[in-house]
C-alpha cells in the first residue's frame, strides 16, 4: 500500500498585511482590560486551538510571517 506523505510544507498565513513588520503588534493599556485577559490563536498553529499556547513564535521564524493572538477581554462582567 502507498504510504501517503505527512510532510507540511512551511507556509504564511498572511500574505499582505504588515510585512514590513518583524511582528505586528497592536498595543493595549493591559490595566484598563478586565480580567480575565484570553489569547486567542490566529496562526492556526497552536496545540490547544482556539487558545494561543505561543506556537506563533516557531511558526514566524519559520516562514517569516508575523502573525500573533487576539487579546480579549472576558466576557464575564
Ligand atoms: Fe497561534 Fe499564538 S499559537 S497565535
Known amino acids: 500500500a ?3 506523505a505527512t510532510r507540511v510544507r512551511a507556509q ?3 500574505p499582505e498585511i504588515r510585512k ?3 511582528k ?3 498595543n493595549v493599556v493591559v490595566s484598563e482590560l478586565s ?3 484570553t489569547a486567542y490563536c490566529r496562526c492556526w498553529r497552536s496545540g490547544t486551538f482556539p487558545l494561543c ?3 506563533h513564535v516557531k511558526h514566524n521564524k519559520a516562514t517569516g510571517d508575523n502573525v500573533g ?3 480579549s477581554r472576558s466576557n464575564v462582567t
Open 53 to 55: 499556547d505561543g506556537s
Open 2 to 4: 502507498g504510504r501517503r
Open 24 to 26: 505586528v503588534v497592536d
Open 69 to 71: 493572538p487576539l487579546l
Open 12 to 14: 504564511g498565513i498572511n
Open 35 to 37: 480580567k480575565p485577559v
Open 20 to 22: 514590513e513588520e518583524g
